[in-house]
C-alpha cells in the first residue's frame, strides 16, 4: 500500500444536495446508497488506500447522519473527526472552519461528491516538488464548456480561474480536489461563507501566491444531479470507477442481502438492487439505483433512475431517467421519462401518467 505520511485529509460534506431533491429530503448527499454504501465510503476508501488516516469532515446539512455511521472511523482504518457548521460557510469557509483540528503541514480537500481515479501519491508529491501554496486537481473533460476553466503555462503554474465561457481557452477543470499548505487554510477569513472557486483561489493568484496544477485524465464525474449519480454508482458496480469499498466483486449487478429478484427479471448495466428489495416476473432494471425495500412490478421497466427507500414501481409501468423519492408510487401501466421526480410519498395512481407518442 502506498503510504503518504504528513497529511491530513478535509471532506466537505455540508452541501444541501438540490440538485439531488428529493433524494437528499432524507439524507445528505455523501449519505445516499450507491453501489451498495454511502457515497462518501468509497471516498474514504480511496483516502485510506493512499496511506491517509487523519480524516475531518466538516459538516452542516444533516450533519449527526455522518458520525452515526462512520463513528470514529478506525473500522475503515482512519481516524475521523467532525466539524458541524451552524450555517453553512460554502466551501472555503468550512475548509477554514476546520484548521483547529488539522495537524500536518500539508492538507488534501476533497467535495464529498466526486469519484475520481487521480493519483493521490502523484497530487501530493506535485504540491511538494513545487513547493506550492496550494494544489488543484485539474481534470481534462471532453465539453469543457459546462465548467469554469483553469488555465496553466508549460510548467503547470495556474495562470487563472475563468467563469464557464462557450469555448474555453483549455480543457481543464477544476476537479473539487486540491492540497493546501496549512498556512494557506488560516490565512481564509473565519466565520463568513466564502467559496473557494470565487473568492481564495482568484484572491491568491492576485496575491501572487503559488497555485499549481496537477492535471489528469482518470476517471472523474461529478454526482451531483441524478443522471450522474445513476452513472457513477454504475460505474463503481461494474469496476469502471475506482473504489476498494464495493460490497462484492464488479460485475453488472449487485444484489444485496434479502434482495428477491424474479428469475424471469433482468438486472444489468451496473443495477444495485437494494435489501429486501423485490423485482417482479419479468421486470428489467438496467443503469438503476434501487433503494432497500423498493419493489418493482411484474414487467415493469426501470433505466437509468432512482427508486427510493420503499418506492414502488406498477406493473408494466415504464420509468427512465426517473427518481422517486421514499416511498413513492407509481401505478401500472405509466410511463414517466426523462428528468420526472416524485416526490416522497407521493402516489400515482395506474395509467395516471403516459408520455409516449403511442399512449
Ligand atoms: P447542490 O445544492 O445540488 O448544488 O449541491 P451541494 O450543496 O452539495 O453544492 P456543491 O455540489 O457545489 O458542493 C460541492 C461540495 O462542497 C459538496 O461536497 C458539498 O457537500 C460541499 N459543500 C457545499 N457547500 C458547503 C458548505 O456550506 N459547508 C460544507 N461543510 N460543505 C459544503
New binding site residues.
Partial sequence: MEFTPGIDAVV?????????RPLTLSAP??MLPTAGVPFLSHLLSRIRAAGITHVVL???YRAEVFEEYFGDGSALGLELEYVV?AE????A??IRNVADRLRAEDVVVF???ILSGADLGKLIGTHRNADADVTLHLQRVADPSRFGSVPTDASGRVLEFLEKTPNPPTDQINA?CYVFRRSVIESIPHGRPVSVERETFPGLLEAGAYVQGFVDSSYWLDV?TPEAFVRGSADLVRGIAPTSALPGSPGESLLLDGADVHESATVDTGTTVGERAVLGEGARVAGSVVFDDAVVEAGAVVENSVLGKGARVGARTVLRGVVLGDGASVGADCELLEGARVWPGIALPDGAVRFSSDA
Fill in positions: 466537505l460534506v455540508g452541501g444541501k444536495g438540490t440538485r439531488l448527499k455523501p466538516g459538516t452542516s457548521e453553512p460557510l460554502d466551501t469557509g468550512a467535495n464529498g461528491d473539487g451531483g
